[in-house]
């Protein structure tokens, strides 16, 4: 059984306070956000009855973590010439659950907030491309050093994302298996592998834009990663 977890417009249209925002406010529609009680809630009692009123033999999560901007809203072009650090940072959620949950474990939310939208001003105000971040995307969330209250909230990102997979694990029926539908650069969304991989019974790895020499090595690190009993497919 395949289930779509926080990627629904319509929900989003009807209930556009529980979407992801950006640095700016603007909201991702598409997008539901993994910090909003009302997203975990459905999503875990979406997945609650589907595993004890159908009893399949595995569920696999479709986009539990934030879904980012490259989505979009029904597939529109951007047409600013983004860079990959200003995608990335356009689907970093600042919405008021991120920034309460945030807060509550210590994180200087608003700082964070401030850091990421001068960085997106700066990308929209200049005339060509010109990355800021060094470094980006190969070294991922280290290249945002230079800005550590940034960085401290981009880390902490996976936390609703590693969390809402436990508690949708502990939702399901114990005779059903919960997959996480992941691929490669899933930290993009928040997904923090290794603690992803002890939240489940395993992965569904996509490699849609994964380089065919590329797939067998991911695969053997995604099978160290989870262990020799999970279910990798």
Do not use: N
């Not at 993994?34 to 986009?63: F, H, K, Q």
């Not at 200087?108 to 060094?134: C, G, M």
């Not at 993009?188 to 849609?208: K, N, S």
Request: aromatic letters at 10%; glycine letters at 8%; a negative charge.
């Amino acid at each position: 059984c395949w289930t779509v977890c926080l990627h629904d417009t319509r929900l989003g249209m009807l209930h556009p306070g529980h979407v992801m925002r950006t640095a700016h406010g603007d909201p991702h529609y598409y997008g539901l956000c993994p910090s909003s009680p009302a997203a975990r809630a459905y999503v875990t009692g979406m997945v609650a009855e589907v595993s004890e009123r159908y009893r399949p033999d595995r569920i696999e999560l479709e986009s539990p973590d934030f879904m980012g901007f490259d989505h979009g809203y029904h597939h529109e072009k951007d047409g600013l010439g983004l860079l990959a650090e200003d995608r990335f940072l356009l689907g970093v959620c600042f919405c008021d659950h991120c920034r309460a949950r945030g807060a509550a474990a210590g994180l200087p939310a608003e700082d964070a907030r401030r850091q990421a939208a001068a960085l997106l001003d700066a990308a929209f105000a200049r005339e060509l491309p010109a990355p800021q971040v060094a470094g980006f995307p190969e070294q991922g969330i280290d290249a945002f050093a230079p800005w550590p209250e940034l960085q401290a909230w981009l880390r902490w990102r996976t936390e609703p994302v590693t969390s809402l997979l436990h508690e949708i694990r502990a939702a399901a029926h114990p005779d059903t298996r919960v997959l996480l539908i992941d691929a490669e650069g899933s930290w993009w969304g928040g997904v923090d592998t290794a603690a992803a991989a002890e939240a489940v019974d395993g992965f569904l790895h996509c490699a849609y834009f994964t380089a065919q020499d590329r797939i067998a090595p991911l695969m053997a690190e995604t099978r160290a990663t989870l262990g020799p009993k999970k279910t990798l497919i």
